[in-house]
């Protein structure tokens, strides 16, 4: 059996995730402790929960510890079972979060599938709905995996009820050495609900008036809609990059704007191919690929150390991070 020091590090739920996918694909038993270790309130919350409970039916797994608050899990897979699903997280938790959980074995089966999940498409601290389907997804792509997304509903905090559909076609990953590609015109999406349409307007042109005066180009959409969840936020992306910023009480739109704008001013104008974000999303997938991949990045986050720490711990020396460097050597 594997153990995992869930305090290692940032000691987030990112050492959950990526312990129990990696789980589910190679088959091996791994026991996880220390679960969220540097949290204010250690241990399984909602999201947390949901996310191992799902991968407990696609890989027909036995599970100890399946429980809020609990700081111990063991994880004993069996055979990967893709099928068509529905899953309701219950809360506002992230369905990014959760994706990152129960993508890469599907995506490593090969097979075809639907997940219609229902959640958090624009929560703190995690991706959005956005990044994950014009960023990362754009970069998997690229690796081979055949996987859409289409949103139906924006899901905020606290009430959640988003609802977005995966499809996953037959994908086969492999490796590849990515290069920085400047660009000039960056793309994104404002989007607010149950609040005045100009909420979302200008929250796009704060971004769009930051980032045209100091010379790239925008393609903003503007995107309102009526429903269950209340809340706004804008992402941003170009390539290999992007930003996200919400909105929250008294925080005027404009803020919301310039805080996404910023953000990937200062990612796009530094060294490194992917953004501090997509650099941790896409090692797993790249430990999954048929040969070695390899990027730089803007910066190396605790969340990428804590993944080169789990993966490593299946399979010794398959990520390698020298300087901002990263070299993963696929072993699937």
């Known amino acids: 059996m594997i153990r995992i020091d869930g305090g290692f590090g940032e000691g987030g739920g990112q050492i959950l995730r990526t ?11 791994v026991e996880v ?7 204010p309130k250690p241990g399984l919350k909602a999201q947390h929960l949901k996310g191992v409970e799902v991968a407990k039916e696609i890989c027909n797994a036995d599970v100890e510890g399946l429980k809020i608050g609990s700081t111990r899990v063991v994880f004993r897979p069996r055979e990967i079972r893709v099928r068509d699903m529905r899953i309701d ?6 369905i990014t979060l959760l994706l990152q959980t129960i993508l890469p074995p599907i995506i490593h089966e090969g097979k075809e599938c639907r997940l219609e999940i229902t959640g958090g498409t624009d929560v703190s601290w995690s991706p959005s709905i956005d990044y994950m389907k014009f ?63 100009h909420v979302a307007e200008r929250q796009a042109r704060s971004a769009r008036d930051f980032l ?9 959409a503007v995107e309102t809609q009526k429903g269950f969840s209340t809340g706004s936020g804008i992402t941003l992306f ?42 941790d999303q896409i ?50």
Request: charged fraction near 25%.
């Open 89 to 94: 997280i219950g809360t506002a938790g992230s």
């Open 135 to 197: 960023v990362t997804l754009r970069t998997l792509k690229e690796m081979g995996a055949d996987v859409q997304i289409e949103v139906f509903r924006r899901g905020y905090y606290p009430k959640g009820g988003g609802k977005v559909v995966v499809s996953v076609g037959e994908s086969k990953l492999r490796g590849r050495t990515f290069q920085e590609a400047k660009c000039r015109k960056i793309e994104g999406i404002s989007h607010c609900s149950n609040l005045p349409g």
């Open 33 to 39: 402790y220390n679960i969220r270790a540097n949290r």
């Open 238 to 279: 170009c390539g290999y990059k992007g930003s996200v910023s919400l909105g929250e009480k008294g925080k005027p739109a404009e803020k919301v704007g310039i805080e996404a704008s910023m953000e990937i001013f200062k990612e796009i104008e530094s060294d490194g191919t992917f953004d501090r974000h997509l650099a």
């Open 19 to 29: 312990a129990i996918a990696l789980s589910c694909i190679t088959g091996e038993d």
């Open 283 to 332: 090692m797993v997938f790249g430990f999954l690929a048929d040969g070695k991949t390899s990027y730089t990045t803007t910066a190396i986050t605790d969340h990428a150390v804590s993944n080169s720490y789990v993966i490593n711990a299946f399979s010794d020396g398959s990520v390698i991070i020298e300087g901002r460097k990263i070299f993963i050597l696929g072993r699937y």
């Open 212 to 220: 045209e005066s100091r010379g790239y180009s925008t393609n903003i």
